[in-house]
Protein backbone atom coordinates (compact mmCIF):
# COMPACT_ATOMS: atom_id res chain seq x y z
CA UNK A 1 0.00 0.00 0.00
CA UNK A 2 1.34 3.11 -1.13
CA UNK A 3 -0.11 6.44 0.63
CA UNK A 4 0.81 9.50 -1.77
CA UNK A 5 -0.30 12.55 1.18
CA UNK A 6 -4.21 11.20 1.33
CA UNK A 7 -4.28 9.39 -1.66
CA UNK A 8 -3.96 5.99 -1.13
CA UNK A 9 -2.73 3.18 -4.08
CA UNK A 10 -3.58 -0.61 -3.07
CA UNK A 11 0.00 -2.05 -3.95
CA UNK A 12 -1.34 -5.45 -3.49
CA UNK A 13 -4.52 -5.76 -5.78
CA UNK A 14 -7.83 -5.59 -4.13
CA UNK A 15 -10.77 -6.77 -6.79
CA UNK A 16 -14.45 -7.06 -6.27
CA UNK A 17 -15.08 -10.35 -5.24
CA UNK A 18 -18.63 -10.40 -5.52
CA UNK A 19 -21.58 -7.96 -4.54
CA UNK A 20 -25.17 -8.13 -3.64
CA UNK A 21 -28.00 -5.25 -3.34
CA UNK A 22 -31.61 -5.66 -2.17
CA UNK A 23 -33.98 -2.81 -2.48
CA UNK A 24 -37.64 -1.74 -1.27
CA UNK A 25 -40.56 -1.09 -3.83
CA UNK A 26 -39.99 2.34 -4.91
CA UNK A 27 -36.34 1.84 -5.96
CA UNK A 28 -37.35 -1.34 -7.48
CA UNK A 29 -39.38 0.32 -9.64
CA UNK A 30 -37.38 3.16 -10.71
CA UNK A 31 -34.81 3.51 -13.81
CA UNK A 32 -32.22 1.26 -11.97
CA UNK A 33 -34.21 -1.43 -10.59
CA UNK A 34 -33.47 -4.24 -13.00
CA UNK A 35 -29.87 -4.16 -11.84
CA UNK A 36 -30.65 -5.22 -8.09
CA UNK A 37 -30.49 -8.37 -7.02
CA UNK A 38 -33.76 -8.76 -4.95
CA UNK A 39 -36.76 -6.36 -4.52
CA UNK A 40 -39.18 -6.46 -1.53
CA UNK A 41 -42.59 -5.81 -2.65
CA UNK A 42 -43.21 -3.54 0.71
CA UNK A 43 -41.31 -1.22 3.11
CA UNK A 44 -42.34 -3.73 6.01
CA UNK A 45 -40.16 -6.80 4.16
CA UNK A 46 -42.74 -8.92 5.83
CA UNK A 47 -41.49 -8.37 9.04
CA UNK A 48 -43.28 -5.89 12.39
CA UNK A 49 -40.74 -2.73 12.23
CA UNK A 50 -38.60 -1.02 10.29
CA UNK A 51 -35.40 -1.87 11.61
CA UNK A 52 -36.14 -5.87 11.50
CA UNK A 53 -37.14 -4.77 8.10
CA UNK A 54 -33.71 -3.01 7.64
CA UNK A 55 -32.02 -6.08 8.83
CA UNK A 56 -34.05 -8.29 6.98
CA UNK A 57 -33.00 -6.44 3.72
CA UNK A 58 -29.33 -6.27 4.73
CA UNK A 59 -29.44 -10.29 5.12
CA UNK A 60 -30.57 -10.45 1.85
CA UNK A 61 -27.97 -8.55 0.28
CA UNK A 62 -24.96 -10.88 1.84
CA UNK A 63 -26.63 -13.71 1.06
CA UNK A 64 -26.73 -13.30 -2.60
CA UNK A 65 -22.73 -12.08 -1.93
CA UNK A 66 -21.60 -14.94 -0.21
CA UNK A 67 -24.09 -17.39 -2.54
CA UNK A 68 -22.90 -15.98 -5.69
CA UNK A 69 -19.53 -16.38 -4.45
CA UNK A 70 -19.63 -19.66 -3.46
CA UNK A 71 -18.14 -18.67 0.12
CA UNK A 72 -19.46 -19.60 3.66
CA UNK A 73 -19.28 -16.96 6.99
CA UNK A 74 -15.99 -19.25 8.03
CA UNK A 75 -14.42 -18.79 4.82
CA UNK A 76 -14.39 -14.48 5.81
CA UNK A 77 -11.30 -12.60 7.19
CA UNK A 78 -13.33 -9.81 9.12
CA UNK A 79 -16.77 -7.79 8.45
CA UNK A 80 -17.28 -4.11 8.15
CA UNK A 81 -20.48 -2.79 8.10
CA UNK A 82 -21.94 0.98 9.22
CA UNK A 83 -26.14 2.00 8.70
CA UNK A 84 -27.68 4.77 10.20
CA UNK A 85 -29.88 3.57 13.09
CA UNK A 86 -28.37 4.62 16.76
CA UNK A 87 -25.33 2.90 17.04
CA UNK A 88 -25.71 0.84 14.10
CA UNK A 89 -27.86 -1.83 15.51
CA UNK A 90 -28.57 -3.08 12.59
CA UNK A 91 -25.14 -4.03 11.55
CA UNK A 92 -24.27 -5.47 15.38
CA UNK A 93 -27.09 -7.53 14.92
CA UNK A 94 -26.27 -8.86 11.75
CA UNK A 95 -22.51 -9.42 12.57
CA UNK A 96 -24.05 -11.44 15.71
CA UNK A 97 -25.05 -13.99 13.42
CA UNK A 98 -21.83 -14.24 11.20
CA UNK A 99 -19.41 -15.66 13.68
CA UNK A 100 -16.84 -13.11 11.82
CA UNK A 101 -14.21 -10.48 13.39
CA UNK A 102 -16.77 -7.17 13.12
CA UNK A 103 -15.93 -3.42 12.26
CA UNK A 104 -18.64 -1.07 13.02
CA UNK A 105 -18.27 2.10 10.67
CA UNK A 106 -19.72 4.96 10.29
CA UNK A 107 -19.59 7.58 7.88
CA UNK A 108 -23.32 8.16 7.06
CA UNK A 109 -24.44 8.05 3.69
CA UNK A 110 -20.57 7.73 2.65
CA UNK A 111 -20.38 4.53 4.73
CA UNK A 112 -20.11 2.27 1.89
CA UNK A 113 -16.87 3.69 0.34
CA UNK A 114 -15.48 4.48 3.88
CA UNK A 115 -15.64 0.51 4.09
CA UNK A 116 -14.45 -0.51 0.70
CA UNK A 117 -10.87 1.57 1.98
CA UNK A 118 -10.77 0.32 5.38
CA UNK A 119 -10.99 -3.17 3.72
CA UNK A 120 -8.64 -2.59 1.48
CA UNK A 121 -6.04 -1.68 3.89
CA UNK A 122 -6.68 -4.98 5.86
CA UNK A 123 -5.94 -6.51 2.49
CA UNK A 124 -2.92 -4.91 1.85
CA UNK A 125 -1.62 -5.12 5.44
CA UNK A 126 -1.87 -8.88 5.00
CA UNK A 127 -4.52 -9.24 7.74
CA UNK A 128 -7.32 -10.21 5.49
CA UNK A 129 -7.99 -12.12 1.97
CA UNK A 130 -11.76 -11.96 1.65
CA UNK A 131 -13.59 -9.08 3.78
CA UNK A 132 -17.14 -8.31 4.01
CA UNK A 133 -18.61 -4.76 3.63
CA UNK A 134 -22.28 -3.62 3.99
CA UNK A 135 -24.44 -0.71 4.25
CA UNK A 136 -27.97 -0.41 4.64
CA UNK A 137 -30.83 2.60 4.92
CA UNK A 138 -34.42 2.23 5.12
CA UNK A 139 -36.92 5.83 4.47
CA UNK A 140 -39.31 4.41 7.80
CA UNK A 141 -36.04 4.39 10.31
CA UNK A 142 -34.26 7.33 8.95
CA UNK A 143 -37.37 9.53 8.72
CA UNK A 144 -38.43 8.45 12.53
CA UNK A 145 -34.73 8.94 13.77
CA UNK A 146 -33.93 12.36 12.33
CA UNK A 147 -37.02 13.79 11.03
CA UNK A 148 -40.55 12.68 11.27
CA UNK A 149 -42.12 9.46 11.19
CA UNK A 150 -43.39 8.74 7.35
CA UNK A 151 -47.03 8.67 8.95
CA UNK A 152 -46.73 12.45 9.83
CA UNK A 153 -48.15 14.72 6.53
CA UNK A 154 -45.50 17.53 6.55
CA UNK A 155 -44.80 20.00 3.59
CA UNK A 156 -41.39 19.62 2.53
CA UNK A 157 -38.48 21.87 0.45
CA UNK A 158 -37.94 21.11 -3.00
CA UNK A 159 -34.24 20.39 -1.30
CA UNK A 160 -35.26 17.75 0.65
CA UNK A 161 -34.25 14.17 -0.47
CA UNK A 162 -35.96 11.02 -0.04
CA UNK A 163 -34.14 8.16 1.73
CA UNK A 164 -33.13 5.28 -0.03
CA UNK A 165 -34.46 1.70 1.05
CA UNK A 166 -31.88 -0.20 0.25
CA UNK A 167 -28.91 -2.29 1.43
CA UNK A 168 -25.37 -3.50 -0.65
CA UNK A 169 -22.86 -6.14 0.06
CA UNK A 170 -19.55 -6.69 -1.56
CA UNK A 171 -16.73 -9.03 -0.74
CA UNK A 172 -13.21 -7.48 -1.57
CA UNK A 173 -9.74 -9.54 -1.59
CA UNK A 174 -6.83 -11.00 -3.74
CA UNK A 175 -8.83 -13.26 -6.00
CA UNK A 176 -8.42 -12.00 -9.76
CA UNK A 177 -11.97 -10.79 -11.30
CA UNK A 178 -12.78 -8.25 -13.83
CA UNK A 179 -13.22 -4.87 -11.29
CA UNK A 180 -10.76 -3.93 -9.60
CA UNK A 181 -10.30 -1.32 -6.53
CA UNK A 182 -7.17 0.28 -7.63
CA UNK A 183 -7.14 3.91 -5.18
CA UNK A 184 -8.79 5.36 -1.97
CA UNK A 185 -9.16 8.43 -0.58
CA UNK A 186 -9.98 9.82 2.87
CA UNK A 187 -12.11 12.55 3.01
CA UNK A 188 -12.26 15.67 5.68
CA UNK A 189 -14.44 16.69 7.92
CA UNK A 190 -15.85 20.11 6.31
CA UNK A 191 -18.71 22.05 8.22
CA UNK A 192 -20.78 25.11 5.68
CA UNK A 193 -22.74 25.92 8.50
CA UNK A 194 -26.16 24.85 7.40
CA UNK A 195 -28.15 23.28 10.11
CA UNK A 196 -31.17 22.22 8.43
CA UNK A 197 -31.40 19.04 7.12
CA UNK A 198 -33.39 19.40 4.81
CA UNK A 199 -30.37 21.25 2.77
CA UNK A 200 -27.99 18.11 3.14
CA UNK A 201 -27.39 18.23 -0.72
CA UNK A 202 -25.43 22.13 0.16
CA UNK A 203 -24.11 21.05 3.11
CA UNK A 204 -22.10 17.66 1.81
CA UNK A 205 -21.07 19.78 -1.73
CA UNK A 206 -17.98 21.14 -0.22
CA UNK A 207 -16.51 18.15 1.28
CA UNK A 208 -17.31 16.09 -2.08
CA UNK A 209 -15.61 19.08 -4.18
CA UNK A 210 -12.48 19.15 -1.79
CA UNK A 211 -11.85 15.31 -2.22
CA UNK A 212 -12.47 15.42 -6.07
CA UNK A 213 -9.84 18.79 -5.97
CA UNK A 214 -7.51 16.72 -3.63
CA UNK A 215 -7.41 13.51 -5.83
CA UNK A 216 -6.61 15.11 -8.91
CA UNK A 217 -3.96 17.64 -7.65
CA UNK A 218 -2.27 14.66 -5.78
CA UNK A 219 -2.42 12.45 -8.65
CA UNK A 220 -2.09 14.96 -11.76
CA UNK A 221 -4.91 13.64 -13.36
CA UNK A 222 -7.94 15.29 -15.08
CA UNK A 223 -11.38 14.19 -14.76
CA UNK A 224 -11.45 13.45 -18.33
CA UNK A 225 -9.59 10.12 -17.43
CA UNK A 226 -12.45 8.91 -16.14
CA UNK A 227 -15.56 7.41 -18.02
CA UNK A 228 -17.83 8.42 -14.89
CA UNK A 229 -16.98 10.44 -11.79
CA UNK A 230 -20.10 9.50 -9.14
CA UNK A 231 -20.94 11.26 -5.90
CA UNK A 232 -23.03 9.56 -3.25
CA UNK A 233 -26.20 11.44 -2.71
CA UNK A 234 -25.69 15.25 -3.69
CA UNK A 235 -29.46 14.78 -5.57
CA UNK A 236 -29.96 17.85 -7.70
CA UNK A 237 -29.58 20.70 -5.26
CA UNK A 238 -26.22 19.76 -3.94
CA UNK A 239 -25.06 18.23 -7.40
CA UNK A 240 -25.63 21.95 -8.93
CA UNK A 241 -23.69 23.58 -6.36
CA UNK A 242 -20.90 20.81 -6.22
CA UNK A 243 -19.96 21.90 -10.44
CA UNK A 244 -20.29 25.47 -9.14
CA UNK A 245 -17.78 24.95 -6.35
CA UNK A 246 -15.40 22.77 -8.72
CA UNK A 247 -15.81 25.56 -11.49
CA UNK A 248 -14.52 28.32 -9.00
CA UNK A 249 -10.94 26.04 -8.92
CA UNK A 250 -11.07 25.44 -12.73
CA UNK A 251 -12.43 22.01 -13.26
CA UNK A 252 -15.12 21.16 -15.04
CA UNK A 253 -17.39 18.03 -15.11
CA UNK A 254 -20.17 17.39 -17.62
CA UNK A 255 -20.80 14.41 -19.42
CA UNK A 256 -19.05 12.47 -17.80
CA UNK A 257 -20.73 13.25 -14.37
CA UNK A 258 -23.81 11.92 -12.45
CA UNK A 259 -25.15 11.65 -8.51
CA UNK A 260 -26.20 8.32 -7.48
CA UNK A 261 -29.12 10.15 -5.56
CA UNK A 262 -30.67 11.66 -9.18
CA UNK A 263 -29.73 7.99 -11.12
CA UNK A 264 -32.32 6.02 -8.46
CA UNK A 265 -35.40 7.70 -8.95
CA UNK A 266 -37.46 8.13 -12.29
CA UNK A 267 -38.71 11.83 -13.12
CA UNK A 268 -42.04 10.85 -12.38
CA UNK A 269 -41.66 9.27 -8.54
CA UNK A 270 -42.49 11.83 -6.14
CA UNK A 271 -38.89 12.12 -4.40
CA UNK A 272 -38.15 15.86 -4.21
CA UNK A 273 -34.60 16.67 -5.27
CA UNK A 274 -33.46 13.16 -4.93
CA UNK A 275 -32.05 9.67 -3.06
CA UNK A 276 -30.11 9.80 0.32
CA UNK A 277 -29.42 7.35 2.61
CA UNK A 278 -25.82 5.08 3.22
CA UNK A 279 -27.93 2.59 1.26
CA UNK A 280 -28.27 4.94 -1.86
CA UNK A 281 -24.42 5.03 -3.27
CA UNK A 282 -23.89 1.22 -1.99
CA UNK A 283 -26.79 -0.04 -4.10
CA UNK A 284 -26.14 2.24 -7.19
CA UNK A 285 -22.60 1.90 -7.23
CA UNK A 286 -22.63 -2.47 -6.49
CA UNK A 287 -25.57 -3.04 -8.65
CA UNK A 288 -25.64 -0.47 -11.54
CA UNK A 289 -22.22 0.85 -12.13
CA UNK A 290 -20.64 -2.63 -11.88
CA UNK A 291 -22.67 -4.20 -14.21
CA UNK A 292 -21.95 -0.95 -16.41
CA UNK A 293 -18.03 -1.91 -15.98
CA UNK A 294 -18.85 -5.98 -16.36
CA UNK A 295 -20.74 -4.64 -19.93
CA UNK A 296 -17.58 -2.84 -21.08
CA UNK A 297 -19.60 0.24 -21.17
CA UNK A 298 -17.48 1.82 -18.05
CA UNK A 299 -13.79 1.05 -17.67
CA UNK A 300 -12.99 3.45 -15.22
CA UNK A 301 -15.14 5.59 -12.19
CA UNK A 302 -14.24 7.56 -9.86
CA UNK A 303 -16.85 6.91 -6.71
CA UNK A 304 -17.13 10.00 -4.37
CA UNK A 305 -19.51 8.83 -1.62
CA UNK A 306 -20.87 11.63 1.09
CA UNK A 307 -22.32 12.03 4.27
CA UNK A 308 -23.97 14.21 7.27
CA UNK A 309 -22.49 13.62 10.44
CA UNK A 310 -25.26 14.72 12.26
CA UNK A 311 -27.49 13.03 14.35
CA UNK A 312 -31.05 12.97 15.99
CA UNK A 313 -29.99 15.10 19.19
CA UNK A 314 -27.98 17.78 16.97
CA UNK A 315 -30.62 18.21 14.31
CA UNK A 316 -32.94 18.67 17.99
CA UNK A 317 -30.17 21.55 19.17
CA UNK A 318 -30.17 22.81 15.90
CA UNK A 319 -26.63 22.75 15.29
CA UNK A 320 -24.37 22.70 12.29
CA UNK A 321 -24.19 19.93 10.10
CA UNK A 322 -20.39 18.46 8.97
CA UNK A 323 -20.05 16.28 6.05
CA UNK A 324 -16.98 14.47 4.25
CA UNK A 325 -16.48 12.85 1.18
CA UNK A 326 -14.74 9.46 0.52
CA UNK A 327 -13.39 8.57 -2.79
CA UNK A 328 -12.45 5.54 -4.21
CA UNK A 329 -11.72 4.23 -7.86
CA UNK A 330 -12.97 1.18 -9.82
CA UNK A 331 -11.58 -0.06 -12.93
CA UNK A 332 -12.14 -2.91 -15.57
CA UNK A 333 -9.56 -5.45 -15.65
CA UNK A 334 -9.05 -7.64 -19.08
CA UNK A 335 -10.89 -7.38 -22.54
Known amino acids: MVNKKRVIQFKTPVYVEERGTAVGPKEGSGPLGHGFDYVFPSLLCGEKDWQTAEKKMTEKAITYCLHKQRLKDNHLDLFIAGD ?39 INGGG ?6 ASSSHIGGCEKQFRFPIEFAQQKPDTAQTTVTGAGAIILGRHQSMIQMTEGLLGKVIDLGINNPYELGAAMAPAAADTL ?34 REHGVIVSENYDDCGVMMYGTNQQVLAGGSGAGCCATVVFGHIFNEILANRLKRVLVIATGALHSANTVQQHKTIPCIAHAVVFERRGN
Open 84 to 122: LTNQSTVSSQIARNLHVPFIGSYSACATAIENCIVAGMW
Open 128 to 133: ARHVLC
Open 213 to 246: LTYLQETEQKPSDFDLILTGDLARSGSEIFKKLL
